[in-house]
């Protein structure tokens, strides 16, 4: 009898407006793709089960409005992230250029409890744009940025023609698969929760 095991994985994904977090997730989770730009609103969220070796995982992938009057919303969605995606069009600069300040952002709202070990992936969207000729930022320029920041995992995908997207999110699934086992050790030592009727007026630690 195989023992297996069934993992939710919070993944986080960011980056400025446009630069396709929602159509990369409809392309891995729905294999679809629309022309038509709508900006997210707020979070959302979709799930996908893959199986890796032998655990059943599900990905919950949260969408986050890349706009910055939704950016104070991000406390409530970072907390518990297994994995952080941090995306941006490889045809504008400013996005690659703001990768800095989603990182920083993210490291400090969610406040995980080594900031140097949490894992990240950076993903370098739109390669299909024009053939590649109008981008920007080279690939040398994206993975010595990983680099610097700690050997964050890189890969190169093109939503629309559903180039790399699975491969991305397959590694970024095993990614947060080795910070959830981190997470487990520390889940298992929190105390368990009163219910409300329950709950005396002293203190209970």
Same mark, same amino acid.
């Given at each position: 009898? @195989? ?21 990369? &997730? ?5 294999? =679809? ?10 979070? /959302? ?21 890349? %706009? $910055?009057?939704?950016? @104070? ?15 941006? #069009?490889?045809?504008?600069? =400013?996005? !690659? ?7 920083? $952002? !993210? ?5 995980? @409890?080594?900031?140097? &070990? *949490? ?8 390669? /299909?744009? /024009? ?23 890189? *890969?190169?995908?093109? +939503? ?5 997207? /699975?491969? +991305? *999110? ?11 086992? #981190?997470?487990?050790?520390?889940? %298992?030592? &929190? ?15």
């Amino acid at each position: 009898m @195989s023992m297996r095991r069934r993992t939710l994985l919070k993944v986080i994904v960011l980056g400025d407006s446009g630069v396709g977090k929602t159509s990369l &997730m409809n392309q891995y989770v729905h294999k =679809k793709f629309s022309q038509q730009y709508k900006a997210t609103i707020g979070a /959302d969220f979709v799930t996908k089960e893959l199986q890796i070796d032998d655990r059943l995982v599900t990905l919950q992938i949260w969408d986050t409005a890349g %706009q $910055e009057r939704f950016q @104070s919303l991000g406390v409530a969605f970072y907390r518990g992230a297994d994995c952080c995606v941090l995306v941006y #069009d490889v045809n504008v600069m =400013k996005s !690659f250029d703001s990768l800095e300040n989603w990182h920083e $952002e !993210f490291l400090k709202q969610a406040n995980p @409890s080594d900031p140097r &070990m *949490f894992p990240f992936t950076v993903l370098g969207n739109k390669i /299909d744009i /024009d053939g590649g000729n109008s981008r920007v930022v080279s690939e040398k320029k994206a993975k010595d940025w990983c680099t610097s920041k700690g050997n964050i995992p890189y *890969f190169e995908t093109s +939503a629309k023609e559903d180039y790399n997207v /699975d491969a +991305a *999110f397959l590694c970024i699934a095993k990614t947060a698969l080795s910070n959830e086992y #981190d997470q487990d050790i520390y889940f %298992q030592a &929190m105390p368990e929760t009163v219910p409300d009727n329950e709950q005396s007026g002293g203190c209970a630690c």
